[in-house]
C-alpha cells in the first residue's frame, strides 16, 4: 500500500501528473514561496498549478467550520422563525439610515474598481438594487419550503413509504462585483441551509457593510445561529479556491467570468462536491426568412439595456432577408446606443464583409471601456470560429453578427460555437419554431428578446445564478438556481 506523506516544501523541477498521462512542472518562483502548511491544487483542464497559502485555506475552511454548525442547528429552527429572517434582513436594507450607510461603503468600492479599471456595471449600490434586494427577501417569507414536505407516497399492504424533503446542507457562493447577490443567495435559508459567501475585492467592503448592518442583526433577531449566513472575509482567488476544495460542502456555485467559474467547478467536482456554474454568458437571437421585421427590432433593442449574461451577443441573419434586416439590426442597434448614451460595436464575420461599405469598416468611434473611453474601429472583422466570444461591454452596446444560408446552419453554430446558454429564433412559423426548440442545445429557448432570462422575471423568484449547458446538461434541475430548488430526498417507511 502507498504511504501518504505530507509535503512541506517544493522543488523546482518536479513534475506533478494530472489527467491521468498530462504533467505540469514546479517553477523556482512558485517552490520559493511555498511554506509548511501550504496547498497546491491542479485546474484538471489547464494544468495550471494553484497555490494556496496555508492563511487562506485557514479563513476559507474555518468560514465553511462555523456554517456547518450552523447547519446542525437549524435542524431545531422553525420555518417561521426562518421567515422572521428575512423579513428582518429586509427591513434593515429599507432602513435609510442602515442603507446610507451601505452607499457610503459602496462609494469607495466603486471608486477603488473604477481606479483600478475594472467594471462597475453591476456593483454601485442603488436604489434600484436596494428595492430588488428588498422585494426578493420578502419573496422567501410566502415561498414554500420543500423541509418536512412529502413529495410524493408509495402505498403497500400494511405499510407506505414516503418521500420528503430535507435541507441539503452548506452551500458556497463565490461571486464577483454584485453585492446584491449576498441577499439574493440567502434564498437557500429558506429550506433549513446554510450558506457562506465569498467575494471579490470589488464589492468586499460593500459586503461586509451589508453582513454587519443587515444580515447578521437580523439572524440574531429572527433566532438563527449566527453562522449561517457566513463571509469569507479575504479578496484573494486563494481563498475561494480553498473553499471550493472542502469536501464538507453540499454545493458549490460560482458566478463570474468562464475561466475563473470553470477552475472552480473543476476544483469543487475534484472534492466530490456538486456544483452549479455560471460562467460565460452571451444570448443569440436568430432571425428566419419568415422573421417578421417590427418583431426582430423590438427584440433586438429590449435585449440590450444593460450588459450581463443574457444580453444579446450574436445575431444569425438568414441571406434571404438581411437585406431587409441588416438595416433595421442597425437601426435598433442605434437606438440602444443611443439610450447608453455610447456609440455601437459590431464585431462581423469575415466572409460576410460585403455586408457594409469600406469606408464602414474604416470607421473609429469612441467605445466605452471598464478603462474608459478607447478609440476602436466601430465595425470589426472576425472569423467565424469567434461568433460565439462573449463580448463584455461597459457602456458601449456591443454584438456580432454573421449570415447563414437557414436556421439549421444557424442552430449548428450556436451549438458549436456559444456556450449553450440561451437561444431565440424569430419567426412566426409554428413549425420553425418548433424545430428550433428540438434542435438547439441550450436550457433556455425563446422567441422574442433574450433579457427574460431571469429568475425573477421569468419565476418570479430570486435568482442564485443561471447555468449554460457548456459543460453537459444538468442532473435533476432547471438552469434556473433558486432557493427552493436546494434540497435532498429522505424516504422513510410507515407502518400502518
Not at 420555518?79 to 432602513?95: K, P, Q, T, V
Not at 405499510?159 to 453585492?179: K, M
Request: glycine share 10%; hydrophobic share 40%.
Amino acid at each position: 500500500m502507498n504511504k501518504i506523506e505530507t509535503v512541506n516544501h517544493l522543488e523546482a523541477g518536479t513534475s506533478v501528473l494530472f489527467g491521468g498521462d498530462k504533467r505540469v512542472r514546479i517553477d523556482a518562483g512558485l517552490a520559493a514561496r511555498f511554506q509548511p502548511g501550504d496547498s497546491l491544487e491542479i485546474a484538471p483542464k489547464t494544468g495550471e498549478l494553484l497555490y494556496i497559502p496555508a492563511r487562506e485555506k485557514a479563513i476559507a475552511r474555518g468560514a465553511v467550520s462555523r456554517a456547518l454548525k450552523a447547519f446542525e442547528s437549524m435542524r431545531s429552527v422553525s420555518d417561521r422563525a426562518i421567515e422572521g429572517f428575512f423579513g428582518a434582513f429586509a427591513e434593515g436594507l429599507a432602513d435609510d439610515r442602515v442603507w446610507d450607510r451601505v452607499v457610503e461603503v459602496n462609494r469607495a468600492d466603486v471608486a477603488d474598481a473604477k481606479a483600478r479599471g475594472r467594471s462597475t456595471v453591476r456593483l454601485e449600490a442603488n436604489e434600484k438594487m436596494r428595492l430588488g434586494m428588498i422585494e426578493g427577501l420578502r419573496g422567501w417569507i410566502e415561498a414554500p419550503s420543500r423541509r418536512g414536505q412529502i413529495l410524493e407516497t408509495v402505498k403497500h399492504e400494511g405499510f407506505r413509504v414516503e418521500l420528503i424533503g430535507a435541507a441539503l446542507g452548506v452551500v458556497a457562493f463565490i461571486f464577483e462585483g454584485r453585492p446584491n447577490v449576498l441577499a439574493d443567495a440567502c434564498g437557500v435559508i429558506r429550506g433549513g441551509n446554510t450558506v457562506v459567501f465569498r467575494i471579490g475585492r470589488d464589492a468586499l467592503k460593500t459586503a461586509k457593510a451589508i453582513m454587519d448592518l443587515a444580515l447578521n442583526p437580523a439572524l440574531e433577531k429572527a433566532g438563527l445561529p449566527s453562522g449561517a449566513a457566513t463571509l469569507v472575509e479575504s479578496s484573494s482567488h486563494a481563498s475561494g479556491w480553498a473553499m471550493f476544495c472542502d469536501g464538507r460542502l453540499s454545493l458549490a456555485v460560482a458566478r463570474g467570468s468562464g475561466h475563473a467559474v470553470e477552475t472552480l467547478g473543476s476544483l469543487a467536482r475534484q472534492a466530490g462536491v456538486a456544483t452549479s456554474l455560471h460562467g460565460t454568458g452571451g444570448a443569440w437571437i436568430i432571425a428566419s426568412e419568415k422573421a417578421d421585421a417590427q418583431t426582430f427590432g423590438e427584440a433586438v433593442y429590449r435585449s440590450l439595456d444593460r450588459k450581463v449574461c443574457n444580453t444579446l451577443n450574436t445575431v444569425c441573419l438568414t441571406r434571404a432577408v438581411a437585406g431587409e434586416l441588416f438595416p433595421v439590426l442597425c437601426k435598433n442597434l442605434q437606438k440602444a446606443a443611443d439610450r447608453r448614451g455610447h456609440p455601437w460595436k459590431m464585431h462581423l464575420s469575415r466572409h460576410d464583409r460585403g455586408l457594409v461599405e469600406p469606408e464602414d469598416l474604416g470607421r473609429v468611434v469612441g467605445i466605452a471601456r471598464a478603462e474608459g473611453i478607447v478609440q476602436e474601429h466601430q465595425i470589426e472583422l472576425i472569423d467565424l470560429e469567434d461568433i460565439g466570444k462573449e463580448w463584455e461591454w461597459e457602456g458601449s452596446p456591443e454584438i456580432a453578427l454573421t449570415l447563414v444560408d437557414s436556421v439549421d446552419e444557424a442552430v449548428s453554430l450556436c451549438n458549436r460555437y456559444s456556450p449553450q446558454f440561451v437561444g431565440s429564433l424569430i419567426s412566426e412559423d409554428a413549425t420553425e419554431q418548433k424545430h428550433f426548440y428540438e434542435s438547439l442545445n441550450a436550457p433556455f429557448v425563446g422567441d422574442s428578446f433574450t433579457r427574460w432570462v431571469d429568475g425573477q422575471y421569468a419565476l418570479r423568484k430570486p435568482e442564485l445564478g443561471l447555468s449554460n449547458w457548456q459543460n453537459g446538461r444538468l442532473f435533476g434541475r432547471g438552469s434556473i438556481l433558486s432557493g427552493d430548488s436546494v434540497f435532498t430526498v429522505r424516504t422513510r417507511y410507515i407502518r400502518e
